[in-house]
């Protein structure tokens, strides 16, 4: 059974930091990319990042570029998103999805999804 599961969501005060984690069973990591997408009230779920597990390169939204940072380790099947310097408009649900190979842009290339953590930014 394919399972991602996120945590590491809360709520902090502006400029300040949280790591989300994303722990994926039932398939072959190394041949998947993760990407976490998030959706804030009212709006449709946008691409914030991806990390290919074939060649480790992380990719980011505009809107996060310097402040958001992923990774992987392979050994743990776990994928993180550092997340600093945050904004109230970084409040959203955030959530972590696989598909194979290369990283996508859009919710439907991904094919697996994990269940989602909140993440609420004050001011």
């Known amino acids: 059974e394919v399972q991602l599961v996120e945590s590491g969501g809360g709520l902090v005060q502006a400029g300040g930091s949280l790591r989300l984690s994303c722990t994926a069973s039932?398939?072959?990591?190394?041949?998947?990319?993760i990407g976490w997408l998030r959706q804030a009230p009212g709006k449709e779920r946008e691409a914030v990042s991806c990390i290919s597990n074939i060649d480790n390169r992380g990719l980011y939204a505009d809107s996060v570029q310097g402040r958001f940072s992923i990774s992987s380790d392979a050994a743990k099947n776990t994928v993180y998103l550092q997340m600093n310097s945050l904004k109230p408009e970084d409040t959203a649900v955030y959530y972590c999805?696989?598909?194979?190979?290369?990283?996508?842009?859009?919710?439907?290339?991904?094919?697996?999804w994990g269940q989602g953590t909140q993440v609420n930014v004050s001011s």
């Open positions: 039932g398939f072959t990591f190394g041949d998947y990319a």
């Open positions: 999805a696989a598909r194979p190979l290369i990283c996508g842009i859009y919710s439907y290339e991904y094919d697996y």
